[in-house]
């Protein structure tokens, strides 16, 4: 079991700050509900696709915009395009317009159709529109007797010669036969070679019967091939919807608009098209224009304006075709452009908006600051009087402190004082025998040394002289001790003894009690053991621990041989001296109270109960400690902790 003697140090409560609300439940407090965020998203969301429509609106307000514009200029170009392209074909076909007119005035003629079988006659004329073939530049000019029967033809060389050929089923033979010009567009049933056909009566003077019909056979392939060259498709459709030109081959002889039963046998029977399929030829028509226009796309095709004119004096149809890929460039560049612009503009609109609420947000931020501030100031005004008043109190607290403490050590000295008083009181007997003891020797030594004297024995009267001088410096040691143990010493904490000589000191003052008890001492203490403590109260700290040993022992029932055993050691720069007894040891009483003031098991006049009281103070005071315990072998063991000060060196100075 162990005692130390440290004042309780009451560790000062911690009063903990008010409970705040965590962080994470703090921000989870902050943070907007799910629903509120997600319908921020969803808000977010609509206003990307607002944004998104309107970049898409104006895109496409800006791409039909400039493609329409794009459109109507085209077409403007296109009708320029188309009258010149009809007027070119009209004055072409027109070309040829007198030929067949212009043979009814030709002797050759006039004869062979008198006298159609007549050969030379036939060669006659053979040669004759063979020639006028030739100047012409026209593919063939051939003449029909009132049947329909070929009698004489500029190809005649040729093996596949018209010559003798039934065209009564030809509707330029018709026309003709029936006193009109014929103009017909047809596939030649005899070589499948297309051509524009021109009839005209012959002998149908004076309002006769024709006696016969001249036919010019123009091909229109140079016509064709001039538009093939041209960054644009051209086609010409006939009066039946087929088409007869066109500047892609592949859309000739095709029927742009769809041909009913009844047509195409009529077509058949007259071998126009000499039994061509007549696939249709159809575009797509994606939208139509007001001005007759449409914008047409073939299959997969790119979208090209369709353009129509009819070939005046016939019912023929020109028809233009442009391509829009420009105009649709441009439309989408506009497009882009008007995205782009939109998309700016309305982002500056967000930006502005955006700035316009950090600014609104600041200014409510600023204003809250301010109110923040300003309740800030007066809390701490308020907090700046409380302190003020607190610090008032408090000073007046340490004022009282300070007084009673001064109070308190005038006490303690007193205390101090009165134990000491006590001590020199409990030793006063022995000191009394110890002065009584030289005191009665020095009687009868002087006695004698008068005799000796009278009897001139100078030699002893000197002997006796100086053991006379040695019991007076006893007496005088014995004196000084107790005159420096009642001195009042210094108040500092402050000074450094030697142990060794504490030792010594405190067993001098015990002397007679020590002579009383006989102990056997085992002393185990380094001369130059030195303690950071004031050589007078380490003095009465040891007497304190050696007289209350002393008293044990004197006082143990078992009446054991007394032993006494002081010894020093160092650790960590404390000197840790040990007093040590073989009495009875610490009752359970004196354990609990033993730093009790006025705490005493002695008999009245013997103890105050102060002692061990004082000797921990004073330990405390030096920043050392006192511990009491029972050693396992029997007795108390008082063990006093001081902080080391160095070592006595060998001239009396010591070292730090
Ligand atoms: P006092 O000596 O005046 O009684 P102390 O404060 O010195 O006062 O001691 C208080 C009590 O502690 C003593 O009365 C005694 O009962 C007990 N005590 C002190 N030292 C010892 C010891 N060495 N052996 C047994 N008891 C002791």
Redesign the pocket.
């Known amino acids: 079991m162990q005692i130390t003697a440290m004042p309780n140090r009451q560790s000062s409560a911690v009063s903990s700050a008010p409970s705040t609300p965590s962080r994470a439940s703090r921000s989870a407090h902050d943070r907007p509900p799910r629903r509120q965020r997600g319908l921020a998203a969803v808000a977010q969301l609509l206003a990307l696709l607002a944004l998104a429509g309107l970049v898409g609106l104006a895109g496409w307000l800006g791409y039909r915009y400039t493609f329409d514009a794009a459109l109507a200029r085209q077409a403007e170009r296109g009708q320029v395009q188309l009258r010149l392209y009809g007027q070119a074909l009209s004055s072409e076909l027109a070309r040829y317009d007198f030929v067949p007119s212009l043979l009814s005035l030709d002797d050759e003629i006039s004869a062979l159709l008198a006298r159609p079988d007549d050969p030379a006659r036939v060669a006659a004329a053979n040669a004759h529109l063979a020639a006028v073939n030739t100047r012409a530049g026209t593919l063939a000019v051939f003449v029909l007797d009132r049947q329909g029967r070929v009698r004489a033809t500029s190809n005649w060389q040729r093996p596949d010669s018209y010559l003798g050929e039934d065209l009564s089923f030809r509707p330029y033979f018709q026309a003709a036969i029936d006193g009109q010009l014929g103009r017909f567009y047809g596939v030649g049933t005899t070589r499948d070679e297309s051509g524009y056909y021109l009839s005209a009566p012959l002998g149908n003077g004076n309002g006769q019967r024709p006696s016969g019909v001249a036919v010019v056979k123009v091909g229109l392939e140079p016509l064709e091939q001039r538009w093939q060259t041209a960054d644009m498709q051209m086609l010409l459709s006939d009066e039946n919807g087929v088409v007869i030109l066109a500047s892609e081959p592949s859309w000739k002889l095709r029927a742009r608009r769809p041909l009913s039963a009844a047509q195409r046998e009529r077509l058949n029977r007259s071998l126009q098209y000499n039994r061509a399929p007549l696939d249709p030829l159809e575009f797509t028509r994606v939208r139509a224009m007001n001005n007759g226009d449409a914008l047409v796309r073939m299959r997969r095709g790119p979208s090209m304006l369709e353009q129509n004119a009819m070939l005046p004096g016939t019912e023929w149809q020109l028809t233009l075709l442009t391509d829009t890929s420009q105009a649709r460039m441009a439309a989408l560049n506009t497009a882009a452009l008007c995205g782009v612009l939109t998309a700016f503009v309305l982002l500056l609109g967000a930006a502005w908006n955006v700035r316009r609420r950090i600014v609104s947000e600041r200014l409510a931020a600023r204003a809250a600051l301010e109110a923040a501030n300003s309740e800030l100031e007066r809390k701490v005004a308020e907090r700046t009087a409380d302190l003020t008043s607190a610090n008032h109190l408090l000073q007046t607290e340490i004022a009282e402190r300070i007084r009673t403490e001064r109070e308190l050590r005038q006490a303690q000295d007193g205390l101090l004082q009165a134990g000491k008083l006590?001590a020199v009181g409990q030793m006063s007997t022995g000191i009394a025998h110890e002065l009584n003891q030289p005191l009665a020797a020095l009687r009868t030594l002087s006695g004698n040394t008068q005799k000796f004297l009278a009897r001139g024995d100078l030699a002893t009267a000197q002997a006796n002289l100086g053991t006379i001088i040695g019991l007076v410096e006893k007496m005088g040691r014995i004196t000084g001790a107790l005159k420096s143990f009642a001195r009042k010493p210094g108040r500092n904490g402050k000074g450094s003894a030697l142990l060794a000589d504490a030792i010594d000191n405190a067993l001098f003052l015990l002397e007679t009690r020590v002579q009383a008890v006989r102990p056997e001492i085992v002393r185990d203490v380094d001369r130059t053991l030195m303690v950071a403590c004031d050589p007078n109260r380490l003095e009465q700290v040891l007497v304190?621990?050696i007289?209350?040993?002393l008293?044990?022992?004197a006082a143990d029932p078992a009446k054991r041989p007394p032993r006494l055993e002081l010894r020093a050691a160092v650790a960590e720069g404390m000197v840790r001296c040990t007093?040590r007894?073989n009495?009875?040891?610490?009752?359970e009483e004196?354990f609990a109270r033993?730093?009790e003031p006025f705490?005493?098991?002695?008999p009245a006049g013997?103890?105050?109960?102060?002692?061990?009281?004082?000797?921990a103070g004073i330990l405390d005071e030096y920043g050392g400690t006192l511990i009491?315990s029972n050693h396992p072998d029997g007795?108390?063991c008082?063990t006093m902790v001081l902080p080391m000060a160095g070592k006595e060196t060998h001239d009396g100075a010591h070292t730090q």
């Open positions: 006590a304190n621990l007289g209350n040993a008293d044990a022992m007093i007894d009495g009875p040891g610490l009752s004196a033993l730093f705490f005493t098991t002695k013997q103890g105050l109960g102060l002692g061990l009281t004082l000797s009491a007795g108390a008082f």
